[in-house]
């Protein structure tokens, strides 16, 4: 049985810094293509970020980059997506995705999900 599980969220300040993490399971880790997406309150489900096996290519939504980096560590089956400078529009449920393959994509179109984890960022 496949398993993402996301931690790191949590409340932080405007300008501050979280790292999210995603520890996968039941799954072939280098794989999959590792993403992570978010969704806010009445708002669709958006992309954030993702990585390919290797870490050589990576994407990033134009609202996070700069900001935001992707990574992962294939011995320990795990994503991670630090993020600074941090704005309140970046409040959201923060859900990491395995996608079966090596290309990275932008779109829910992903295999598996992990239960999200939320992020919220005060002005």
């Known amino acids: 049985q496949v398993q993402l599980v996301e931690s790191g969220g949590g409340l932080v300040q405007a300008g501050g810094s979280l790292r999210l993490s995603c520890a996968a399971s039941g799954l072939s880790f280098s794989r999959y293509v590792m993403g992570w997406f978010r969704q806010a309150p009445g708002k669709e489900r958006e992309f954030v970020a993702a990585?390919?096996?290797?870490?050589?290519?990576?994407s990033y939504a134009d609202s996070v980059k700069g900001r935001f980096t992707i990574s992962r560590d294939n011995a320990k089956s795990t994503v991670y997506l630090q993020m600074n400078s941090l704005k309140p529009e970046d409040t959201a449920v923060y859900y990491c995705?395995?996608?079966?393959?090596?290309?990275?994509?932008?779109?829910?179109?992903?295999?598996?999900w992990g239960q999200g984890t939320q992020v919220t960022v005060s002005s």
């Open positions: 990585i390919v096996w290797s870490g050589r290519s990576t």
């Open positions: 995705a395995a996608r079966f393959g090596q290309v990275v994509t932008t779109t829910p179109t992903y295999n598996y």
